[in-house]
């Protein structure tokens, strides 16, 4: 099987890679935008092939449409009803393609998140 973990930032990934690595070292590659990890272990007594990446920074930005902008303009009460648009936070660096190729073949998913509201919109 293989199991994709993804941390809150570079740092964490490096260090979780290094910690859990238990048969040896870690090897490191670079993905389409972030760094991954790799190494073999055990997940739920069966051998696995680990692959530890992270975030840099959010995936995603939302917001309102340029119309609902004009804050001096738009009744707050007209933003309930608002539709929302959701936009690549640093397209540049192609978070949502790198977390997709990386998944092709993982059998789990494990978040390395903080549990708080951050860690929900990195989620």
């Known amino acids: 099987i293989t199991v994709l973990m993804v941390a809150e930032k570079p740092s ?3 260090s979780l890679a290094d910690a859990l690595a238990t048969r040896g070292k870690a090897t490191s590659r670079k993905g389409i935008s972030l760094s991954v990890h790799e190494y073999e272990g055990e997940f ?43 936009t690549e936070s640093n397209p540049k660096l192609r978070m949502p393609k790198h977390f ?3 998944a092709k073949g993982c059998s789990y998913l494990v978040l390395w998140l903080p549990f708080d509201r951050e860690g929900g919109k990195i989620c």
């Open 12 to 14: 964490i990934a490096q």
């Open 44 to 86: 739920y007594g069966q051998k696995a092939w680990f692959k530890v990446t992270s975030c840099a920074g959010h995936v995603y930005n939302i917001d309102f449409p340029p119309e609902f902008n004009i804050w001096d303009r738009v009744d707050p009460l007209s933003l309930y009803g608002a539709k929302t648009v959701k």
């Open 100 to 102: 997709q190729e990386e």
